[in-house]
Antibody, heavy 123, light 108 residues
Framework: EVQLAQSGAEIKKAGESLRISCQGSRYTFSTYWIAWVRQMPGKGLEWMGIIYPDDSDTRYGPSFHGQVTMSVDKSTGTAYLQWSSLRASDTAMYFC????????????????WGQGTTVTVSS | EIVLTQSPGTLSLSPGDRATLSCRTSQSVSSTYLAWYQQKPGQAPRLLIYGVSSRATGIPDRFSGSGSGTDFTLTISRLEPEDFAVYYCQQYVSSRWTFGQGTKVEIK
């Protein structure tokens, strides 16, 4: 089954670092853009950015530029989202999602979603 | 940044009713670049519609999308019990993708 599997829930303290993961399986990981989407408790979806695994071309949403870092490991088919210093306001569910077309062009909807990773940051 | 405004915020309907959800964009969006997603509590979003009116794989034909320019609509022709959820529109034409704030379809 084609899927994205995300890492488990995290409980952290403000100021700590964190990296969460999203592993693709049963498709050619390197040729589909991966997006990250944040959902704060009780709120809507926010687009954080996208990364193209083949060359790590990355585009961040304006609210997230400089706040998080997206990366990939093509050898394992895994995308990562990391924070160097967490804040309480980073408490949220984070989803990774695949753009639906294998293309260098990023202008497609997201057809495959991970199950989400809950990040809880205490102050 | 293109802002998407969804209305209404909440739609209270009964199974079998027709649901009409609106999404307005702050700038004209090419018909190729607008999608709709469904999200149920505790679950990841699911792609319903892409390119304004194309149904994603496995989506029943009671879901349809329409619109152009700055006004887009998701219609659910006859609500099934499993359709009560939150629905989001999203544009992906600019390099700064954005979602609408969501419309909750609840049981009346």
């Amino acid at each position: 089954e084609v899927q994205l599997a995300q890492s488990g829930a995290e409980i952290k303290k403000a100021g700590e670092s964190l990296r969460i993961s999203c592993q693709g399986s049963r498709y050619t990981f390197s040729t589909y853009w991966i997006a990250w989407v944040r959902q704060m408790p009780g709120k809507g979806l926010e687009w954080m950015g996208i990364i193209y695994p083949d060359d790590s071309d990355t585009r961040y949403g304006p609210s997230f530029h400089g706040q998080v870092t997206m990366s990939v490991d093509k050898s394992t088919g895994t995308a990562y989202l990391q924070w160097s210093s967490l804040r309480a306001s980073d408490t949220a569910m984070y989803f990774c999602a695949r753009l639906m077309i294998a293309s260098r062009d990023p202008y497609y909807a997201m057809d495959l979603w991970g199950q989400g990773t809950t990040v809880t940051v205490s102050s | 940044e293109i802002v998407l405004t969804q209305s209404p915020g909440t739609l209270s309907l009964s199974p079998g009713d027709r649901a009409t959800l609106s999404c307005r964009t702050s700038q004209s969006v090419s018909s190729t670049y607008l999608a709709w997603y469904q999200q149920k509590p505790g679950q990841a979003p699911r792609l319903l519609i892409y390119g304004v009116s194309s149904r994603a794989t496995g989506i029943p034909d009671r879901f349809s999308g329409s619109g152009s320019g700055t006004d887009f609509t998701l219609t659910i022709s006859r609500l099934e019990p499993e359709d009560f959820a939150v629905y989001y529109c999203q544009q992906y034409v600019s390099s700064r993708w954005t979602f609408g704030q969501g419309t909750k379809v609840e049981i009346k």
